[in-house]
């Protein structure tokens, strides 16, 4: 699978057909982000539940599985090997969009678990329509703990079972773990928010808004990338 991944691509670039799948997949996902948005905008609640549920579950299960696989080799981390423009341009240019391009990447996971979590909480249905609920939506501390010690417990389970069977490796603790940060981080975000926008359908409206602009910005910086690597300056590593 890692040889496959490391296959000359589809698109005619310096690319690898790995790269190229994760651009084509990049451009699929954030399109029909897009087409969700609208059909939210136009008041379309299942057709934008069913688009945001979807395309948010399938994108974060495509690049895992693939970021795992191709264990996360962007170049910045390699060295400059990929990069076969100046220096200037690397230090400048390159690694300034791709470390812009990683922050989104974080924030974008973490808003992805956020909203829908948040979709389900502050919708309703009224003859039928899927629509937002307009009415304070709060969660205590004390719900947020005990989740917290809920899903920390099943997780350190099944660490411990995989252990068992398969032996100790620091990836896999590493995984393990990230998944915990990630829920913790929702849940900080969760509770600095909810004081800002008591409101549960307001709330949606604005971060929900606001991870529309960071999936396209997302989209842009990875594109902008994939065009200095692959396209304008490749480098020894295709
Ligand atoms: C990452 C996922 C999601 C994002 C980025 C998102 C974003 C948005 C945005 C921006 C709006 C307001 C549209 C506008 O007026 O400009 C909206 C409305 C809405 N969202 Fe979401 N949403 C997400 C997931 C969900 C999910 C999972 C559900 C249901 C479980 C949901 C239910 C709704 C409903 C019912 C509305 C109101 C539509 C209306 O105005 O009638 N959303 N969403």
Known sequence: MFDLLRQ??????????????????????????????????????????WLMLGGMVAMVGF??????????????????????????????????VLTIHIILVIIGLVMAVYMIVLGFRSQQFISGARVLSETLL?????????????????????????????????????VYLGFLMLVAIVFVVE?????????????????????????CILFLTGTFTYAMLYILYPGKIG
């Open 63 to 96: 690049f895992t599985a693939y970021y795992l696989f191709r264990q996360l080799g962007v170049l910045a981390f390699e060295g400059k090997e990929g990069f076969g423009g100046s220096q200037t341009l690397y230090d400048y240019v390159f690694i300034p």
């Open 191 to 215: 509770m600095g928010i909810q004081r800002i926008w008591p409101d549960g359908g307001r709330r949606h409206r604005a971060l929900g808004r606001f991870t529309m602009i960071v999936y």
């Open 138 to 174: 709060q969660t205590s501390w004390k719900t947020v703990s005990l989740i917290f010690t809920g899903l920390t417990s099943i997780v350190l389970l099944l660490f411990g079972t995989r252990v068992l069977s398969a032996g100790f490796s620091k990836r896999k603790l590493e």
């Open 8 to 49: 000359p691509g589809f698109f005619g670039t310096h690319a690898t057909l790995g790269a190229d799948l994760s651009q084509l997949m990049a451009a699929l996902f954030t399109g029909l982000f897009i087409i969700g948005w609208f059909q939210a905008k136009r008041h379309r609640g299942h057709g934008h539940h």
